[in-house]
């Protein structure tokens, strides 16, 4: 589709193509290797403990024999996307220009499929780099509605799961986030805005306002990625579609009364309502 010898970069073609950059330039994002083993030991050790920050964070790498200053464990943690989840007053500021919205969904009964969608964003470790993984979730079903890989977190690529969502589910009544730059962004809340559906924001750091999604993270990395170390990000986009491809045919969940993300997305009559806390 893209001319390398092109006049034109392959940025501008991408641009007038339609394509975010993330979806041309296939190569990882890269990281020295020192810091690449400690990013993914924060990735497995934010699993276990999501609480834990820079300071503990030390203390966990410190108890494994590996040392870092927390100035650098913080820079990392940035780079990643991750923070420690807990309730906190809201004391930071949006981006300059981006508005953020209340939290919607507090003691709120979710009783049927495309009520409330969620999206978020994770950081997927490879052999050599990493990637960002977005997906967007029903929350009723925890069906995986669409997803996308990119190689740096541009609302761009954010943009396109939810319109793909929209596109091929309809539209929900509710869509959650976190307050990150790419959900608050103009592009993005102008989409749901367009298509009337109701914005909800975690509060900052707390865990519970997308606990689904939490969950779902941590399924897709032991069940998945951790047993894989991706060479590349044509790889990995491969290996991570077929799985939640699978997640959502085949994995059965507690909660959901055995039933599969696709049987309850589908067919959910009978399934008890998801009660949210208050």
């Known amino acids: 589709m893209l001319n390398r010898g092109h006049a034109l970069s392959v ?29 993914r030991q924060f990735d497995e050790l934010h699993l276990e403990f ?21 100035r650098h464990i913080r820079t990392l943690m940035q780079r990643m996307r991750i923070e420690a989840l807990y309730r906190r007053p809201r004391t930071t500021k949006p981006e300059p220009g981006h508005k953020v919205y209340p939290y919607l969904l507090r003691g709120m009964e979710i009783v049927r499929p495309n009520q409330v969608w969620a999206m978020d964003i994770t950081y997927i470790p490879m052999a050599k780099g990493f990637v960002y993984l977005a997906v967007v979730l029903d929350w009723f079903s925890r069906r995986v509605l669409s997803w996308r890989v990119s190689i740096t977190m541009e609302a761009s690529f954010c943009i396109a799961a939810l319109e793909d ?13 976190d307050q990150g730059s790419q959900f608050t962004g103009a592009a993005f809340t102008g989409v749901l805005i367009k298509n009337e559906i109701a914005i909800s924001m975690d509060g900052k750091g707390a865990w519970r306002d997308n ?25 990995a986009r491969a290996s991570i579609g077929r799985y939640l491809d699978l997640y959502n045919r085949s994995r059965p969940h507690a909660s959901l009364d055995g039933m599969t993300p696709d049987q309850a997305y589908y067919g959910a009559h009978g399934l008890p309502p998801v009660r949210l806390a208050a």
């Open 11 to 39: 940025t501008k073609q991408a641009e007038a193509a339609g394509l975010a950059r993330s979806t041309v330039y296939y190569l990882p994002r890269v990281a020295s290797p020192a810091d690449l083993a400690l990013m």
């Open 211 to 235: 606990v689904f999604v939490e969950r779902l993270w941590r399924t897709v990395k032991y069940e998945q990625v951790y047993l894989h170390a991706y060479e590349s990000v044509p790889e």
């Open 50 to 70: 999501p609480f834990a920050g820079a300071r503990m964070l030390r203390r966990l790498l410190a108890a494994r024999g590996s040392k870092a200053g927390r």
């Open 165 to 177: 969502a929209l596109g091929r589910h309809g539209k929900p009544e509710i869509f959650n986030t």
